[in-house]
Nanobody, 125 residues
Framework: VQLQASGGGLVQTGGSLSLSCAAS????????LAWFRQGPGKEREFVAA????????PYADSVKGRFTISRDNAKNTVTLQMNSLKPEDTAVYYC???????????????????WGQGTQVTVSS
């Protein structure tokens, strides 16, 4: 599967952005999808994931209650709605996909075989 992320930009503190990741290829509905981010001078970190059933997606503690991940299997897209943005949310955001990942590995980037190119999100204070 090939992934193409979009929707990043510059927003003020407290604002909202919606990131989208479009996938090409077959069997999209069978993939677990995730968003990771990498801030300036930081390691890549898990943000959220959504499994094929879309039930109870896990979130990083830092974004819980502010971000929502969703998927549309008919359109082959995964979306990250980001509300109440903070300067510390500034990062390049990446979408990722895996067909074989297990629940205990959802938070670990090394278990995702497919990656989008990243989209920059900048939150100004």
């Amino acid at each position: 599967v090939q992934l193409q992320a979009s929707g990043g930009g510059l927003v003020q503190t407290g604002g909202s952005l919606s990131l989208s990741c479009a996938a090409s290829g077959s069997a999209f509905s069978s993939y677990t999808l995730a968003w990771f981010r990498q801030g300036p001078g930081k390691e890549r970190e898990f943000v959220a994931a959504i499994r094929r059933g879309g039930v109870r997606p896990p979130y990083a503690d830092s974004v819980k209650g502010r971000f929502t991940i969703s998927r549309d299997n008919a359109k082959n897209t995964v979306t990250l709605q980001m509300n109440s943005l903070k300067p510390e949310d500034t990062a390049v955001y990446y979408c990722a996909a895996s067909r074989t990942i297990i629940s205990s590995s959802l938070y670990d980037s090394q278990y995702y075989a497919y990656w989008g190119q990243g989209t920059q999100v900048t939150v100004s204070s």
